[in-house]
């Protein structure tokens, strides 16, 4: 990293920000839908728990098309 210019380490700042911006939305949902699964599941209602994962695996998917089309 010490041999690159101003240029390239500008462009290596913004891809690490945008990297870990993707990476921050990604262990939410996964603490998120952990959380929300858990709740449910402790409450008997495994028909809603099984949505939920369902419904956060679409979200994943969903975020993982916009950051690769992005990308």
Do not use: H, M, N, P
């Amino acid at each position: 990293v010490g041999r690159l210019g101003t240029t390239e380490l500008a462009g290596l700042g913004i891809a690490a920000v945008v990297l870990q911006t993707a990476v921050g939305l990604c262990v939410f949902l996964a603490y998120g839908t952990t959380a929300s699964v858990a709740r449910r599941r402790g409450a008997g209602d495994l028909r809603g728990a099984l949505a939920q994962g369902v419904d956060g695996r679409w979200l994943a998917l969903g975020i993982g098309a916009v950051t690769t089309v992005a990308g």
